[in-house]
Structure formats: C-alpha cells, structure tokens
C-alpha cells in the first residue's frame, strides 16, 4: 500500500534556528497536504500543493512539492517557540478520499 | 469558525467492553472520515463514509468496527468487544468534497481500554 515517510524523525531547535522536514512516497501524488499537531492537540490543515514543483509560502513557512510529485519538504525560517508541535505530510492518491500520513516529525525549540 | 466536535474527550472502557465514539462534523461538509493514533504514531485512516455508506475502509477497520450517520448531524464509531490494542486517540474529521480538499479535525477521543 501507500507508503509516506517522513525525516527526521524529531529535531529539537534553538530559537531562532531554521528547520527542514522532508516528506518522501513510493508512489507519485495527486496532491500533498501539511498539517500541525501540537502537543495533545489534533491535527490541523496548514496547506495543500497541487502541481509539480510548487512552492508556496506562509510568513515564516516554505512548502515545496517535488518535481516529480513524490517528496515534499517544509521549512521553517527563524523557528519560535509556537512552531513547537509534530509535523506531518498528507496525501491522497487517485481518486481515494483518504488520507495516508506521513510519519511526522516532531519539533522541539527551546530558548 | 465552523469546527467538528466529538464526544466524550476521554472513554475507559474494561477490556471486552463495547464503546460509541461521537462527532458532530461541520454542517455542509459531505465526506466523514475516523482516523486513529497510538501514542506518539503516525495518523491512521480507519474508514470514510459519503452519502451514508461506506465509501472506504482499512485494513484496521474489521468487523469490530462499524460507523453509523443515525440522523442528519451525528457520525458515530461503535466498537465492539474492545481489545487492550484499541487503545488510541480517535479522530473524527470531514471535509466539502472528494480528494484535493483540507480535512477539519475533531479534537479527538481518547479511548483506553484497561
């Protein structure tokens, strides 16, 4: 089946450091979704990329999808204590309703 | 902000029980979707449901499981003879339309079983 891997698995941060996760599937995507889950929270939609190398930003947050629609990665410019939380990729071949998630990558920032 | 809301927020259940997962998804949403997540995993799909069935299911979501839409809000999760495995955090989520589209997520039920 669908297969979504995530790394790392964790990064722990200084405030004020950049961060990178990189999302990795063995099979081409129709799309790929990014959700946050802070610590004892649920998951919540940050953003969804549609075609091959798509870069789209939000403030501090970088989303790319590759070129050939099977990784993606998010990166987080000058990280803040807020962006603390388990970051996973999404996504939904085809024409399946589902989503299959990534592994996750936790973020730990510290002062 | 429209959100999707589940109940209980926590559920101990002995080991054999049967338990009822509730959640309310957003009004004008039309796919419904439970997901689970074992301590410290990875999100998992167990079952999505659009136009009152079934449209698809995992490998997880055997005959101990069923979902019901019982009236025009609710979405609920019966599992049946619970197992010290089922213990996890069941996520009920919904969206507008098929694929390509953001899911909302309840903000969960945690279920363990003793």
């Known amino acids: 089946g669908q297969q979504v891997m995530q790394i790392p698995q964790y990064q722990h941060v200084q405030e004020g450091e950049d961060f990178t996760t990189y999302c990795n599937s063995s099979?081409?995507?129709?799309?790929i979704q990014w959700y946050k889950q802070r610590p004892g929270g649920h998951p919540v939609f940050l953003i969804q990329l549609v075609k091959s190398g798509e870069v789209k930003k939000q403030k501090r947050l970088t989303f790319q999808f590759g070129e050939a629609k099977k990784n993606s990665s998010l990166h987080i410019t000058a990280t803040q204590t807020t962006d603390v939380g388990t970051y996973f990729c999404a996504a939904n071949t085809g024409t399946a309703s589902k989503l299959t998630f990534g592994t996750g990558t936790r973020l730990q920032v510290t002062l | 902000e429209p959100e999707v809301t589940q109940t209980p927020s926590h559920q101990v259940t002995q080991m054999g029980q049967e338990v009822i997962l509730r959640c309310v998804p957003i009004?004008?949403?039309?796919?419904f979707y439970w997901y689970r997540q074992i301590l410290g995993q990875k999100v998992e799909f167990l079952v999505s449901?659009?136009?009152?069935?079934?449209?698809?299911k995992s490998e997880i979501f055997d005959d101990q499981f069923s979902v019901e839409r019982p009236d025009g809000s609710n979405f609920t999760l019966k599992i049946r003879s619970t197992k010290l495995e089922d213990s996890a955090m069941y996520f009920c989520a919904s969206n507008r339309g098929h694929s390509n589209t953001e899911a909302f997520f309840g903000q969960g039920t945690r279920l363990t079983v003793v």
């Open positions: 009004s004008n949403h039309l796919y």
């Open positions: 449901f659009y136009n009152n069935e079934i449209s698809e």
């Open positions: 099979t081409t995507l129709s799309n």
